[in-house]
């Protein structure tokens, strides 16, 4: 008895000092990719059209486009990183499990944006990894000097029935990580998805 309230002692001495302590020190278990990795980088002369996947490659396609401003103005010269899986969910043929090949992806891409902030890319619209449960998605790195960086590091699709609904509300753990973009079929059959990036000063 004397060790369970001891114990008791202890964790209510730990919730109230929990208490006391700054809400963004408790702000803890963010997203440990949210930090760019080397070669995440994208060329100072890289274009800002990229294609990722040519026609060849199989899965419907997709064209992305937007802005990266600072909420006003454009942003130019920024450095954005994209990269998705193949219509199989796999980033690499040959990663061991599900999601493993991310930083060795096939399908990538480098773009720094225009003097209006634009960037856009061609692809095919990724797979969800295969044997999990997690929604098809886009990731991004996206940079820019005098910049924090975007903290905005996937764009989900709004038809994928894998979204859940606290994730499609804005009530999932890490609601800023992710965007669900709208996308919109043509009459060729191209998806065309625009996602704007809006970037926070260092
Ligand atoms: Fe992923």
């Known amino acids: 008895m004397k060790a369970i309230s001891a114990n008791r002692r202890s964790l209510l001495t730990l919730a109230a000092a929990a208490a006391l302590l700054p809400r963004r020190v408790l702000a803890f278990n963010v997203p440990s990719?949210?930090?760019?990795?080397?070669?995440?980088?994208?060329?100072?002369?890289?274009p800002p059209h990229v294609i990722v996947a040519g026609t060849s490659e199989p899965g419907p396609r997709m064209a992305v486009q937007g802005r990266v401003t600072d909420g006003k103005n454009p942003v130019r010269g920024a450095s954005i990183f994209v990269y998705h899986t193949d219509a199989n969910?796999?980033?690499d043929p040959n990663e061991p499990r599900p999601g493993e090949g991310a930083d060795n992806a096939r399908l990538r891409g480098f773009?720094?944006?225009?003097?209006?902030?634009?960037?856009?890319?061609?692809?095919?619209?990724p797979a969800p990894y295969p044997t999990t449960t997690l929604p098809e998605h886009v990731h991004y790195v996206v940079l820019a000097e005098g910049f924090k960086e975007d903290r905005v590091l996937e764009f989900w699709f709004a038809d994928d029935p894998l979204i859940q609904p606290p994730q499609r509300e804005g009530q999932a753990r890490f609601p800023d990580y992710f965007y669900i973009s709208e996308p919109m079929q043509d009459t060729h059959g191209i998806w065309h998805i625009t996602h704007d990036i809006v970037l926070e000063r260092a």
């Open 89 to 91: 969910g796999r980033y």
């Open 33 to 46: 990719y949210a930090v760019a990795k080397p070669g995440q980088l994208a060329p100072s002369d890289a």
């Open 111 to 125: 773009m720094r944006s225009d003097a209006k902030g634009g960037y856009s890319f061609e692809s095919i619209r």
